[in-house]
């Protein structure tokens, strides 16, 4: 079957997370993507990862994590050689993907107005913190930044623990799937009109619309957001409980899984408490209900409620640690997660498409690439001689 994205060529000159995340989305829908790096240690995830060895080989686990199927070749874009070859690539290419600071690929002469001239079919797309434009577009951003700025450490946690990141760069993931929502989107355009066009996506602007009930809650509503730590600011009961052995997510968000989880905990009463009979009434006074509810849920496994709380139609679930999750038997039915053979590292564990396309699916097959592993290859394929290409490198054009 084919890929969904099968013909198209990206030329990606990310670094880290966010870029190399919309690349990769991208190479396991079928995309060629050809990741245009520094000769001098290429993309900086290459040495970042909790494996010094893999670090100091430039494949580091961050890197790994982000760049399966892809090739990747060198270009020293302060030689106008390596410009030439630049240009020569673009003659060929669907999209564009950079993340440097705006004005960087300008003052390079390789910005979008040179290269759509060249190339009008070219989707181009920027990423960077804060936009090519406005009073912080030139500010540096990382993912811990963002988060700040964008509200979001100030809604997790609670009293006791606030202001708190995410536990992962989820700024620079989800700008990283923007991107590649945005680039595909302009690619079913140019199937419409023949236009390429440029993209500029912000990773404060990315990750900002996530919090849209909070959000709205305040721009509509009025409401400032509440600390609630674990507790689902929507419902309750819905949050995180005490068992006798650990705890368990519970989300009984409609009245009707309310009032069947007061039964099967063995407390109807309180169904017909004042104080939570109806849902807003409950949202109040959540905290008063907790413990009447964690009383029961103390007296059996977390195991044992989901088991029972499931089978009632009543949404619940354990904490599960990472490697437990990584592991469950669903993720594996998925095949969210598949192996892949390195010829010097071995076997690697990576996430794949996680969008099942009937049709057109994604699929893994080749383990992220050395440092400049294609350069010759594709060199070759523009029409350089292995001379050529040699000489090139000896200077540090490649």
Known sequence: MKSILEGIRVLDMTNVLAGPFATELLALCGAEVIKIENPSGGDLARKLGCVTKLNQQLMGTSFLAQNANKKSITLNLKFDEAKTIFLELIDGTDVLVENFRPGVMDRLGLGYDVLAARNPRLVYCAISGFGQS???AHKPAYDQIIQGLSGVMAINGDE?????RCGFPVGDTVGGLNAAFAIMAALFHRERTGEGQLIDVALL???MPMMGW????????GQQPQLMGNDNFTAAPSGTFRTADGYINIAANQQQQWEDL???????????DPRFEERDTRKKNRALLTPLLEAPLMSGSTGHWVEILNAKGIPSGAIAGLEEALNAPQVAHRQSIQTI??????PLKLFTLTAKFSKTPGA???PPPRLSEHTSHVLGALGYE???????????VI
């Open 205 to 207: 602007d990315s990750i």
């Open 160 to 164: 006791r623990l606030n202001p708190l």
């Open 341 to 346: 053979e390195d010829p010097e590292l071995g």
């Open 214 to 221: 909070v959000a709205a809650n305040l721009l509509i509503g």
């Open 386 to 396: 292995s001379a050529e290409v040699e000489e090139l490198r000896s200077r540090g």
């Open 262 to 272: 007061a039964d099967a905990l063995g407390v109807p009463e309180l169904k017909r």
């Open 364 to 366: 893994l097959e080749t």
């Open 134 to 136: 406005g009073p912080d």
